[in-house]
């Protein structure tokens, strides 16, 4: 998922997503972070184009890990709760709070 698409996911609106997620989540998010940045090191991509390949590839790595352990726990690590445990007020009890 596109960052914006977890968030929506999670409910969160201006929240920090990592700050959301559980320890697992996080750990995958910085495995495909480091393996990103190691495969960069390793081909020295130049230009979007390639930058955007090496990026794929390290998210292909967290993939990967994710859908391995998946597949031994038997179900999915990915989850809607946050960290934080937000509850959000609608704007419009913020203003009748106001004018009381």
């Known amino acids: 998922m596109k960052a ?14 990592r700050d959301n997620m559980s320890d697992i989540e996080v750990a995958l998010t910085d495995l495909g972070e480091i393996a990103t940045r190691e495969l ?44 934080m445990n937000y509850t959000y007020i609608d704007q419009k009890v913020l203003e009748e709070k106001k004018t009381q």
């Open 40 to 83: 960069a090191k390793e081909h020295r991509p130049l230009g979007l184009k390639a930058n955007k390949k090496v990026a794929k590839a390290g998210g292909e790595v967290a993939k990967t890990a994710r859908d391995d352990l998946e597949k031994k726990l038997g179900k999915t690590i990915i989850s809607k709760n946050n960290s």
């Open 4 to 17: 914006s698409e977890y968030k929506k996911y999670k409910g969160i609106r201006k929240e920090s997503l």
